[in-house]
């Protein structure tokens, strides 16, 4: 199920920033985090609702479709967040390609392999929102930022072709996925893990926030990479 923070009216147009609750043996999840740190907030003319979902497949769709019908009638944007071990960056994502594979369990234990996420879903759906310029804007605060190219193949990517399949039938709502990731109590016990404190999480987050509200057309600017 859903948990949508609660203790203030919906009247503005709103942003559903979602983060996941924690998986693989951690206790916190950075995503979730910076959900719950940007809740409330009035980002460009919209408020910011924090969204938690399940890191289980298939249950995690419904807690999105239930988020998603709940707010739907003032919602203009939707970002999922998600945590990837080993990023040093904040990374939007390009596309979500519509396949389970998951190398470690979920929290439900499932490991899906080869399924499709939407069975006779198009292969894959690019992100409708700008994000070569959420990258340059964050980058200009100081916030290490950069387009990934691949979601994985875990519940992250589940979430996010399941977020754009799903906003095929709602226009003028945009949407996406970018990655965060550990926080540094998460890092001090795997050596060698790279890590962002929280706080400059939730300055990055808030920019792209901003800048994916504001901007419509994306920079024509380079954002590929060689492998």
């Known amino acids: 199920m859903a948990k949508p923070e609660t203790g203030f009216p919906t009247v503005l147009p709103t942003v559903l920033l979602m983060g996941f609750e924690p998986f693989g043996g951690e206790s916190i999840n950075p995503s979730w985090r910076v959900a719950q740190a940007l809740h409330g907030e009035v980002i460009a003319g919209a408020q910011v609702v924090a969204v938690q979902l399940p890191c289980v497949f298939g ?10 019908a709940q707010h739907g009638p003032h919602l203009v944007l939707v970002l999922a967040l998600g945590q990837a071990t080993g990023r040093c960056e904040l990374t939007p994502e390009r596309v979500a390609i519509n396949v389970d594979d ?6 439900a234990g499932a490991r899906p392999v080869d399924t499709a996420v939407v069975p006779g879903g198009p292969a894959a759906y690019f992100s409708t929102l700008p994000i070569k310029a959420m990258v340059a804007a964050m980058r200009a605060e100081g916030v290490p930022a950069s387009v990934s190219q691949t979601a994985g193949t875990f519940v992250c990517n589940h979430v996010f072709y399941g ?19 550990l926080l540094p109590e998460q890092a001090a016990r795997l050596p060698g893990q790279p890590s962002l404190e929280l706080a400059t999480q939730v300055a990055g987050v808030r920019v792209a926030l901003s800048t994916a509200l504001l901007w419509h057309d994306d920079l024509h600017a380079t954002g590929g990479a060689e492998h």
């Open 102 to 107: 998951a190398r470690i369990p979920d929290n």
């Open 163 to 181: 977020l754009m399949h799903a906003l095929q039938t709602r226009r003028g709502v945009r949407g996406g996925f970018m990655h965060v990731p």
């Open 59 to 68: 249950v995690a769709l419904s807690a999105l479709q239930q988020a998603l």
